[in-house]
């Protein structure tokens, strides 16, 4: 049997996920037959109640019944009908393959397309690279580490942001004008 060191157990794990989404996270048992508290992390939570399968960790499970209970999706896979063996699953992610995403209209872009974007400015200098996207209530705000690692904040706005090319892994920004008010 070969054994891999733990960088290429890593690698070939995140190869493996490359081409998933994580759509949630196994939260606490609710109740006594066998039921998971699902924290959702799409924002299309209504996809959990046409859903058949789902991987949760690296196993396939099979969902026997779906109920939303406040914030949570309340699940319970075929595979772990006991609520002492469906614990085992707490902290788990839960991912769907690639293809079953929920389509999107023209101009809009999943959060995981956005981190990892490279941003450079119109004429072609690299500002830095979006490590998270933050949800303000009026509109996004891309959070990006500069190449001398101080934080750059950029409007998810038409004006500033020019260009997204998922594909080509760039963002083309055309950031405001620092105002200077300390005069």
């Known amino acids: 049997m070969t054994r891999l060191s733990p960088s290429a157990a890593n690698k070939k794990k995140r190869q493996a996920m490359a ?3 994580t759509i949630g996270k ?4 609710h109740g006594i037959h066998g ?5 959702p992390l799409t924002d299309f939570i209504e996809r959990f109640a046409e859903m058949k ?5 690296d196993e396939l499970l099979h969902i026997e019944s779906c109920k939303y209970h406040k914030q949570f999706v309340l699940l319970k896979f075929r595979e772990y009908p006991v609520r002492e063996e469906a614990m085992k699953l707490t902290g788990r992610l839960l991912t769907i393959d ?3 995403a929920a389509p999107l209209d023209e101009g809009e872009f999943y959060t995981f397309d956005i981190i ?11 500002l830095g690279t979006v490590e998270n996207v933050l949800r303000t209530g009026s509109n996004d705000v891309y959070q990006a580490r500069t190449p001398d690692g101080a934080e750059l904040l950029i409007p998810a706005l038409k004006a500033v942001v020019k260009r997204i090319d998922v594909p080509g892994g760039c963002m083309v920004v055309a950031m405001p004008e620092a105002t200077d008010d300390a005069h």
Do not use: C, N, P, Y
Not at 26 to 29: H, K, L, M, T
Not at 53 to 57: S, T
Not at 116 to 126: C, H, P, R, Y
């Open 35 to 39: 039921e998971l508290r699902i924290i």
């Open 53 to 57: 399968e789902v991987m949760v960790g």
């Open 19 to 21: 081409g998933r989404i």
């Open 116 to 126: 990892g974007l490279t941003v450079f400015d119109e004429a072609g200098k690299e």
């Open 26 to 29: 196994v939260g606490a048992a």
């Open 98 to 100: 690639r293809s079953e």
